[in-house]
């Protein structure tokens, strides 16, 4: 595997600390968060938001806190996924003075890649995963950069170890800029499951110009990357 560039995965916005742990010995993934937590002894402090999730996608029907998890319909896993934010209040007090240091600190970004944060738990309340997805909301910019978001991940749990499987285009899927990624990593230990899957690509029909009027068009293309950190009894491969 060859790493384009080393990135940290320390977030560009944390309110309250480093948005995943810097020492990759602690068991923390993100804010404290860690597999095996129960759902009525986790902290809320530097979470808000508090939803159903959708498989990484809009959060839903909006929960009170952790606890709450219940509510949620489970994945065919069985487990149920909430949605959090990381509490961006301090991004409002920014806006309200205008400082620019605070503007830097706003929504829920990890490594400098906005996403759609998740925890999944058990019948019980137990984590057994968490989820990042990079933000499909975000503006072309933001969104363009999301499949380097895998390199990160890699790093931040050791570059060695890893399967990883390349995808052959589907029909219609061309490169961006040259560049085709369809790719999927894995990595298991005992003490989680991790899986890193990235793609940078365009579908049919997507072009930066329009075929009709030949105008430049923003955001044609496909650039995601998604990582789940599992408890590895309930991973499949």
Excluded at 42 to 52: K, P
Aim: proline share 5%.
């Amino acid at each position: 595997m060859r790493f384009l560039a080393r990135f940290g995965l320390v977030a560009a916005v944390s309110f309250g600390g480093a948005a995943l742990a810097a020492d990759k010995g602690d068991p923390g993934e993100i804010r404290g968060l860690k597999l095996g937590q129960r759902a009525a002894q986790m902290s809320v402090d530097g979470f808000g938001d508090f939803a159903c999730g959708s498989n990484g996608g809009t959060p839903r029907q909006a929960l009170d806190d952790w606890s709450d998890f219940a509510k949620c319909k489970p994945e065919d896993s069985g487990l149920r996924e909430v949605a959090v934010r990381f509490d961006d209040a301090e991004a409002y007090v920014g806006k309200a003075i205008d400082d620019d240091s605070y503007a830097r600190s706003q929504g829920t970004r990890v490594a400098g890649h906005p996403v759609v944060l998740s925890v999944l738990f058990d019948a019980a309340g137990v984590v057994r995963g968490i989820r990042m997805v990079t933000d499909p909301r975000e503006d072309p910019s933001a969104r363009r950069m999301a499949y380097l978001f895998r390199l990160a991940a890699m790093d931040r749990y050791g570059p060695a170890g890893w399967t990883c499987e390349d995808f052959p285009a589907a029909p219609g899927e061309t490169p961006v800029g040259g560049v085709f990624i369809k790719t999927k990593c894995v990595k298991r230990d005992d003490v989680r499951a991790l899986s890193v899957e990235a793609h940078f690509l365009r579908k049919a029909g997507q072009s930066d110009i329009d075929p009709v009027t030949r105008e430049y068009r923003a955001g044609q293309y496909e650039s995601w990357t998604r990582l789940e950190i599992l408890d590895p009894a309930l991973a499949t491969k």
